[in-house]
């Protein structure tokens, strides 16, 4: 059975940092396309960023180039998101989210991804 468990989320004002973790279980994230979404309230869940399986490539949003990474942690089976230089359109509720095993697509689109965390809140107060 896997299992994707977020922590990290909270209450930061804006410019400030804050650093997610997933942790997965019942799959290898070193097999996996993983990604980074979130939700704000009323809207579409949206892609933030993603790391390939099969070269360790990135790929993150326009809106938060530069001010995001994400990496992978295969030795811990884990994924984080590191959120530099916050801003209050970035509150949102945030999701890990992973694929299927050696999954060959696109990256930035919620069905590219088989299974999702329950979410992690982060505020940014002006």
């Given at each position: 059975?896997?299992?994707?468990?977020e922590s990290g989320?909270?209450?930061?004002?804006?410019?400030g940092?804050?650093?997610?973790?997933c942790a997965a279980s019942g799959l290898t994230v070193s097999n996996c396309a993983m990604a980074w979404f979130r939700q704000a309230p009323?809207?579409?869940?949206?892609?933030v960023a993603a790391t390939a399986w099969v070269d360790g490539g990135t790929y993150s949003a326009e809106s938060v180039k530069g001010r995001f990474t994400i990496s992978r942690q295969n030795a811990k089976n884990t994924l984080t998101l590191q959120m530099?230089?916050?801003?209050?359109?970035?509150t949102a509720v945030y999701y890990c989210a992973?694929?299927?095993p050696y999954y060959s697509g696109k990256y930035y689109f919620t069905q590219d991804y088989e299974y999702w965390g329950q979410g992690t809140q982060v505020t940014?107060?002006?």
């Open positions: 059975q896997v299992q994707l468990v989320g909270g209450l930061v004002q804006a410019g940092s804050v650093r997610l973790s009323g809207k579409e869940r949206e892609f530099n230089s916050l801003k209050p359109e970035d992973a694929s299927n940014v107060s002006s």
